[in-house]
C-alpha cells in the first residue's frame, strides 16, 4: 500500500501564492506518474499539473502559466506552486500518484491523498 500525505493550502488573498506538497511512502512500491487533481464545490474532480518520474510536466490549461509542479524523487514528494491564485482556485486539491510493486513492474496501482483545502479570497 501506498499513502498519500499532504501539507500547504489555506486561504490566500487573490493575487497571491500558495504552496502544496505531498510525501507518498510505502515500501516495495516505485512512484511512477503524480498528479494535483482539484474539486471545487457542486463541480467534478479535474486535473490541475502532473509530472512523470522522469519530470516531465504536464499542465492543464487553467494552470498553465500560473502553477509550477515539481518533484523530488528521492523523496517520493511532489510539489505544486501556485502563484497569481484566483477566487475560481478554490478548491479542495488531492494528490494523485500511480505506484508500481516493486516484484511486479507491470502492476499499476492508483492512490489518493485526503485533500487539502485552498480558499482564494477577493
Known amino acids: 500500500q501506498v499513502q498519500l500525505v499532504e501539507s500547504g493550502g489555506g486561504l490566500v488573498q487573490a493575487g497571491g501564492s500558495l504552496g502544496l506538497s505531498c510525501t507518498a511512502s510505502g515500501r516495495g512500491f516505485t512512484i511512477n506518474v503524480m498528479a494535483w487533481y482539484r474539486q471545487a464545490p457542486g463541480k467534478q474532480r479535474e486535473l490541475v499539473a502532473s509530472i512523470t518520474s522522469r519530470g516531465r510536466p504536464n499542465y492543464a490549461d487553467p494552470a498553465k502559466g500560473r502553477f509550477s509542479i515539481s518533484r523530488d524523487n528521492a523523496e517520493n514528494t511532489e510539489y505544486l506552486k501556485m502563484n497569481s491564485l484566483k477566487p475560481g482556485d478554490t478548491a479542495v486539491y488531492y494528490c494523485?500518484?500511480?505506484?508500481?510493486?516493486?516484484?511486479?513492474?507491470?502492476?499499476?496501482?492508483?492512490?489518493w491523498g485526503q485533500g487539502t483545502q485552498v480558499t482564494v479570497a477577493t
Open positions: 494523485y500518484a500511480v505506484a508500481s510493486p516493486v516484484s511486479q513492474a507491470n502492476y499499476n496501482y492508483q492512490y
